[in-house]
């Protein structure tokens, strides 16, 4: 049955709903665009406060969190990053109307000050309590409130806490468990009835036998908002995003896997299904997995319940079992290509690039809009309870996000189009620039003066917010060592710029890689010339005149 | 007459699509001999003869004690060689529950043609259908199956899926189109692989079963007998919201109905294509000779955790997920469960040995002879009850174990024996 929902309206309305525009927490300053974004310590501070979250079908939700001090509303919680051994302070000031407190579950003598509680100190309505301990042992841990927990954790008193190694950022725990740093990733389960939220709201009663979740958020959103970037300006007290981003295994370049830690604070156990691969289980509640023995007692899952108060942490690697590629290893040919006339895009809105193959990019039906940049894959990594698979009543919602694969060496983009600075045209079109192959974009040198073979080639589509720009050539000479330099067009000065120095390209196929100089946008077009990089290959040379051959000429990127 | 033979026949009639067996495709050429593991991070084994699978997705009706028929969607096989339009008028409003078990090889690719015949009783919803492999391991997009980041099947379309497994085990497939709701409405099924390591009979301890559920090396995963389970519920409301033409509020789940293979109890132990369960083809009886290494493979598609047992005989999990249990330093990570926990979208595969026949046990008989019954069931006891109705029923079957060994040998994953 077709729920179609207007999200970008509901979405609008959502944010009509809610007055206070948040000012930044400080976490987020430098907060990368994807990823665990972590707040430093050892030493916190956190309010409890309320604040309103909004949801993918529009609706807005009365939520408690622990908010950074010096900062807006936000739920969850920070992320608080320690080492291990760190003397940790936590202080807490308390801006709700009943007591609160904070435990964590997983650290052993937790001392402070503040108003004797049941499980811990607590700070009174208007009050303060401080919290202090020594960062145990590695691993991925929540906090949350000791207080009227059955209330105030489903309210959204809750955060993860992340232990580090001391001295190795990219350990989860051990040598046996290093990772990406950059691909570091915390999936904080939870769950809401908005019943409870809006009888607290109102001042009305709530019966918890009567628990009915209707939303299902990691990192405090709802897909399909777990897409979107950490920090983005529409989702103001909902800083934490949840895409995944890896890329193709690679024992030299890329030969690290990512980290997921994940985090259930809600009051249901979640099975999570990652779709396109197997995630590896290495720790449970913040403890190694092993043997009696001592030994490795990993294992691979395509579905793992975490359950109420649990974390698990998985080691993620995307390695392309069979590297389906349209020129090396071709998919058999009745299935590469299929006939999207007989096909559906669900809803004309789709992630598909249109090609069976990763890195590829294929001609989708008119009028189906793609989200997808290069070629890249995506795949929902999402609760196989699928009733916490929506937005209370609308599918393809609630406890999602995506798993995006980018190509191996990122995006790649050909030159669309050249031109002759210097010299004359012999023979070949900048469709023999697409790949490294027989086929050569050819140029006689000028005969007079220095001889010289001066021409560029155009790139178009280059998306906004693209970084690591590299050029890469390939080509050969009709003599000997013939000094070569790469230029890229500074579009805000209008003059190319040469990028690194001169090599020499002979009479075989030689490549010259450049990297764009920050900061790179300034070599990325905008306005009419939106999204165009124009790279010049200039070659000069002998008395007598020459020929360059230019075989490839490839722009290679990773998408924002 | 085997099933595949039919197939291959392209003689499918129409009573015979509920027959129940795994569906074992057809083979292109002959069965070659066994393909070595692989080193990771290069490219896999060439592959061996292909299978082709052809199924068809539709809507129909099951049969639970106690109420009416019950409105689903769900898959089933048809012959290859059909068009669309004989397709359409053959099988269009005959789904089965749960769809047919899928019995595919490692290393040996798999095209699985998917047609979407329509729904005869919603003639005004017109979803499309994928079949999502669940588990596959690093799947080209366009084959996993999501409609949101691939492509889907419309009513009278066919599209092929690709497959080339490398890793055996236990796994399942659904549709992936509203899946919150087609999964419920009946779209699931298992397909397993077999590793390449079958046909040897040097790696069995017992020197007699050529079968194991993976590449284990040492013969300890060696079965005589294997059984495809999969758990479900059903949540009535939906289902009669769906015939109705009515929304269902997803997030009110709440099942009626506990099921294995889309039966409950005692429906489950009747035998494969049982006439009077046209919708439902696939039993979950177990029937073991004593001394049998009986192989579960189980999976979950519904939306609840389970909690399963099989009282009086010891369980050892294997595998989970369609992974040896063993560590990547070869450490045996294998282990026992009295109860077995299974969430939505996990698999286990569990070895029992079926234990001597006890003539001072109970003792029941069938057209096999005299058995012992023992219970495979959810320790969950509101899921022993069809709707609350009294007595046995819901996710539950028996394991009967013989007195002598009057089983002859499995032909078919989950075979029955009348």
Redesign the interface.
């Known amino acids: ?3 179609l929902i207007a999200l970008v309206g509901a979405m609008v309305v959502a944010m009509a709903l809610v007055p206070l525009p948040a000012p930044v927490a400080r976490a987020q300053a430098a907060a990368p665009k994807q990823g665990l974004v972590c707040t430093g310590g050892p030493s916190f501070d956190l309010t409890a406060r309320s604040g309103y979250i909004e949801t993918p079908d529009g609706n807005s939700v009365l939520m408690w969190s622990y908010a950074p001090a010096q900062g807006g509303f936000q739920s969850p919680g920070p992320v608080l990053c320690v080492e291990q051994g760190d003397e940790v302070t936590v202080r807490l000031h308390n801006d709700l109307a009943e007591p609160v407190s904070i435990v964590f579950p997983g650290q052993l003598a937790v001392g402070g000050t503040g108003a004797p509680g049941l499980l811990a100190k607590e700070a009174p309505a208007g009050g303060d309590a401080t919290y202090t301990f020594t960062a145990g042992r590695p691993g991925t841990y929540v906090y949350e409130s000791g207080s009227d927990p059955s209330k105030q954790v489903e309210m959204g008193l809750y955060g993860a806490l992340v232990v580090r190694p001391a001295g190795h950022p990219d350990y989860a725990y051990d040598a046996a468990t290093r990772f990406d740093p950059k691909r570091e990733y915390l999936m904080l389960l939870s769950d809401i009835d908005p019943d409870l939220h809006h009888a607290v709201e109102t001042g009305g009663t709530y019966d918890f036998t009567t628990l ?3 939303y299902f958020a990691i990192n405090g959103r709802q897909f399909p908002d777990t897409l979107q970037n950490n920090g983005v300006s529409w989702l103001p007290a909902q800083p934490y995003g949840a895409l995944v981003r890896v890329k193709s ?1 690679d ?1 030299t370049g890329n030969p690290l896997p990512a980290l997921i830690r994940m985090a259930n604070v809600g009051a249901l ?1 979640h ?1 999570f ?1 990652p ?4 995630v590896r289980q290495i720790a449970q509640d913040g403890r190694p997995l092993r ?1 009696p023995d001592g ?11 975490v359950a109420s108060g649990q974390t698990q942490d998985f080691l993620f690697t ?7 590629d349209s020129q090396g ?1 071709p ?2 040919a ?2 590469a290509s ?1 006939d ?1 006339r ?6 004309g ?4 690039s249109g ?4 890195g590829a990019k294929g001609t989708l039906p008119v009028g189906t809009a793609s989200q997808n940049v290069c070629g890249e ?4 990594w999402h ?8 937005n ?2 609308a ?2 919602g609630g406890m999602a996000t ?1 798993l995006r694969v980018d190509p191996p060496g990122g995006c790649a983009a050909v030159a669309a189009s050249s031109s002759i600075l210097a010299g004359t045209p012999r023979s070949g079109t900048v469709a023999a620039l697409a790949t490294a192959d027989t086929a050569y974009y050819q140029v006689d040198s000028t005969a007079t003066g220095t001889p010289a073979a001066d021409w560029s080639g155009g790139f178009a589509g280059v998306p906004t917010g693209a970084t690591g720009l590299t050029v890469t050539y390939t080509g050969r000479n009709s003599a000997a060592a013939l000094p070569t330099t790469l230029w890229a067009w500074k579009w805000s000065t209008g003059a190319w710029v040469q990028l690194g120095a001169a090599a020499d390209v002979g009479t075989a196929d030689a490549t010259i890689t450049r990297t764009l100089p920050a900061p790179q946008t300034d070599f990325l077009g905008t306005g009419a010339n939106q999204g165009k990089v124009r790279v010049r290959v200039l070659t000069t040379g002998t008395a007598t005149g020459f020929l360059t051959q230019g075989n490839l000429l490839r722009l290679t990127y990773d998408a924002p | 007459m085997r099933r595949r033979d039919l197939l291959k026949a392209g003689a499918l009639a129409a009573g015979l699509v509920v027959g129940g067996q795994a569906l074992e495709g057809t083979a292109e050429g002959t069965m070659e001999g066994t393909v070595e593991g692989t080193v ?2 290069t ?2 084994a060439v592959p061996g003869p292909a299978t082709r699978i052809a199924l068809a997705g539709t809507d129909g009706y099951i049969t639970i004690p106690g109420r009416a028929p019950v409105y689903i969607f769900g898959f089933l096989a048809v012959p290859p060689a059909m068009s669309i339009a004989e397709l359409t008028a053959a099988y269009k409003g005959k789904a089965q529950h749960v769809a047919p078990v899928l019995d595919l090889g490692q290393d040996r ?1 798999a ?1 699985i043609t998917l047609t979407n015949l329509g729904l005869v009783g919603r003639p005004d ?1 017109v ?2 259908h994928t079949i ?1 492999w ?2 596959f ?8 199956g ?9 009513i009278e ?6 497959y ?1 497994p ?1 890793d055996p085990g236990t ?1 399942m497939y659904h549709c992936h ?5 087609h ?2 409405m009946g779209m699931t099924g298992i397909v397993f692989v077999r590793p390449a390591q079958d046909g040897s009979t040097a790696l069995d301890p017992l020197r007699r079963s050529t079968t194991y559920a993976y590449n284990d090396g040492d013969g300890s995963t060696a079965y005589d007998r294997h059984f495809a389970i999969l758990l479900n519920e059903i949540e009535e409301r939906e289902h009669d919201a ?1 015939e109705q033409i009515q ?1 269902f ?5 709440d099942p009626q109905y506990y099921t294995l293979n889309g039966r409950v109890y005692p429906q489950t132990v009747l035998p494969n294509g049982h006439p009077s369960l046209p919708g439902q083809p696939v039993s979950s009886l177990v029937q073991v000779n004593p001394g049998d290494r009986a192989l579960l493979r189980l999976a979950n598609l519904g ?3 389970h909690a399963m047992q099989l009282p009086g005989i010891p369980m050892k999990v294997v595998g ?4 040896l ?1 063993r ?3 070869g ?1 045996d ?1 294998s282990y026992p469960a009295g109860t077995l ?1 299974i ?5 286990r595969d569990v070895l029992f040995t079926a234990p001597p026949f006890n003539p001072s046990a109970r003792v029941s008989t069938d057209a096999r002879g005299s058995y012992n019954t023992y219970l495979f069931k959810n320790r969950d006891f509101r899921r022993l009850s069809n709707h609350g109705a009294p007595g046995l029923g819901g996710m539950a079957t028996e394991v009967r174990v013989y007195r002598g060994s009057p089983l002859p040998s499995q032909s078919v994953v989950g075979e029955t024996y009348a």
Do not use: I
């Not at chain 1, 090609?355 to 990763?358: F, M, P, R």
């Not at chain 2, 391991?137 to 996993?144: G, N, S």
């Not at chain 2, 969430?343 to 698999?347: D, L, M, N, R, V």
């Open positions: 049955m077709r729920k009915r979740n209707r295994y024992a156990n099975p299904h779709h396109g691969n197997h043997t030994g490795d007692a990993t294992g691979e899952h395509f579905g793992r319940t995307w390695k392309d079992q069979d590297s389906w290893n998919l058999p009745s299935v299929p999207y007989n096909l559906t895009f669900k809803d809105d789709t992630w598909s090609s069976a193959y990763l894959w995506y795949f929902p609760s196989h309870a699928l009733n916490e698979f929506t209370f009543d599918g393809f995506l | 990771e991070g490219a896999r690719d095209y919803l979803d499309s999502h669940h588990g391991r690093t799947p080209a997009t366009v084959f996993d999501v409609p949101e980041v691939s492509v889907s099947v419309p379309r066919q599209f092929t899926y690709f080339r490398h796994y189109f509203e899946d919150v709701e999964v419920q769906d929304e509020v997803f997030t009110d789940y939306y609840e955790q989970e997920d369609a992974t249990r560590s990547p330093s450490a990570t926990y969430g939505p979208g996990e698999a």
